[in-house]
C-alpha cells in the first residue's frame, strides 16, 4: 500500500467512525432549509420516496458515492423520489457550493451546520436514511450507496407486502 493509499484509507476510515449523534426518527417531522432557500419538511413528502444523504466533502466515499446519488436523482425524480444531500464539516458556505458545482450535484443540498435548529448527525458518514412514502424510516445504510443499490431496495420495497 503506498503511503497516498493508506492516506485515503484513513480518511475514509475516519469517514465511517466518526461520532457525533444520531438522526432525526421517523417520528419527528424535520425541517431543513437548502442553500437555494427553500425549506424541506419530512410531512411534505408523504407520498414521495425520500432519500436524505448525509456527507462531508473532504470524506473519499463520500466523493465516491456523489454522482451515483446524481445519476439516480436525475433518473428517478420524475417517479415521486427526491434526494437531499445534507452537508456537513464543512469550511464555508462557499466551499459547499463550490464542491456541489463541481460534483455536478443535481438535488438540493441543506448546510447541516447552519440550520436553525441544530441537526443530529449520524454516527458514521457517509451515512443515507430512507423514507417510505408513507413517512416512516424504512431503511439506514451507513456507508457508501450506489444507483443500483437504490434501485434495487425500491423495487423490492414496491413488490414486497404492504
Not at 484509507?9 to 469517514?15: D, E, K, S, Y
Not at 426518527?25 to 424535520?30: G, I
Request: charged share 20%; net charge negative.
Amino acid at each position: 500500500m503506498t503511503r497516498r493509499d493508506f492516506g485515503q484509507w484513513m480518511a475514509g476510515l475516519f469517514c465511517v467512525c466518526w461520532a457525533s449523534g444520531v438522526i432525526a426518527d421517523s417520528t419527528s417531522n424535520w425541517v431543513m432549509q437548502d442553500m437555494a432557500g427553500k425549506t424541506h419538511q419530512l410531512s411534505r413528502y408523504k407520498g414521495h420516496w425520500l432519500v436524505v444523504n448525509y456527507w462531508v466533502p473532504w470524506c473519499p466515499p463520500c466523493l465516491e458515492e456523489i454522482p451515483e446519488l446524481v445519476a439516480f436523482y436525475d433518473e428517478h425524480h420524475q417517479q415521486h423520489v427526491m434526494v437531499l444531500g445534507v452537508a456537513v464539516r464543512y469550511e464555508s458556505e462557499k466551499s459547499v457550493r463550490d464542491f456541489a458545482e463541481d460534483m455536478l450535484i443535481s438535488y438540493p443540498v441543506i448546510l447541516g451546520d447552519a440550520q436553525k435548529t441544530p441537526l443530529p448527525r449520524p454516527e458514521v458518514l457517509p451515512t443515507t436514511y430512507i423514507y417510505h412514502p408513507d413517512g416512516h424510516l424504512y431503511q439506514v445504510k451507513r456507508g457508501t450507496v450506489s444507483k443500483h443499490w437504490l434501485e434495487q431496495l425500491l423495487t423490492e420495497a414496491a413488490s414486497g407486502p404492504r
